[in-house]
């Protein structure tokens, strides 16, 4: 029977380990359809960090966040580029010398 990928909110998570706790973990892992080994993992979190462990290891970035993010970066850059040649320009006419006007 494949297994599908599901997702547990540390909520259910917790739920899931007291369940397991007084009904028995094997008992736990069949009516859910878990496998013994995740189960023991979160209890090792849960055990280790209480229930900030239960939390989902990496964070979720949204993808509107990260559009905003992409689009800061290349305005930054654009920026930058223009301000290098502001500067080139300015250090080139510190340079060059003021011709006087011929009558």
């Known amino acids: 029977m494949p297994r599908t990928k599901r997702s547990f909110i540390p909520e259910d998570r917790l739920s899931l380990l007291q369940e397991a706790e007084r009904e028995g973990y094997m008992q736990t892992c069949r009516k859910y359809n878990l496998s013994p080994a995740l189960l023991a993992k979160w209890k090792q979190r849960y055990l280790n960090k209480g229930s900030e462990g239960l939390k989902p290891a990496y964070k979720r970035v949204d993808p509107a966040l990260r559009a905003l993010?992409?689009?800061?970066?290349?305005?930054?850059?654009?920026?930058?580029?223009?301000?290098?040649?502001?500067?080139?320009?300015t250090e080139m006419l510190k340079k060059t010398p003021i011709q006087p006007k011929r009558k």
């Open 69 to 89: 993010e992409e689009e800061n970066e290349r305005l930054k850059r654009i920026i930058a580029k223009q301000a290098l040649e502001l500067e080139v320009k």
